[in-house]
């Protein structure tokens, strides 16, 4: 009988591997342009439950905590340079999913007068 125990048990994992990489987060903006601060980023989820928490990191250090509202719209101070910026979430059912993206940030443009 083990023969037939197999593929139920492949099914059932490749059913739970689909499962798990079905959440996704888009990061909309920034995009690839070189950016100002504060800089506007906006998300948008594809979860399978509930988000119940949104955290935003900027090279590894995460911002004050953000409201678990989606789509994620706010706008990030960050200083001139490359940057790496990263969107986490957690589901209601546990399930992490996360999204990164380079971003560019020029110095404030300035104006004479």
Request: hydrophobic fraction near 50%.
């Amino acid at each position: 009988m083990p023969f037939i125990t197999r593929p139920l048990t492949t099914l059932l994992f490749l059913v739970a591997s689909a499962a798990a990489f079905a959440q996704t987060i888009t990061i909309v903006s920034p995009g690839k342009d070189l950016v100002t601060s504060p800089v506007r980023v906006v998300a948008n989820f594809s979860p399978t439950a509930s988000i119940t928490s949104i955290a935003v990191s900027v090279d590894g250090v995460f911002l004050a905590g953000t409201q678990a509202v989606t789509p994620l719209d706010i706008d990030v101070p960050m200083s001139a340079g490359n940057h790496v910026l990263t969107v986490n979430a957690v589901q209601a059912d546990g399930l992490q999913f996360s999204a990164s993206r380079s971003v560019s940030v020029s110095t404030a443009a300035t104006t004479t007068s």
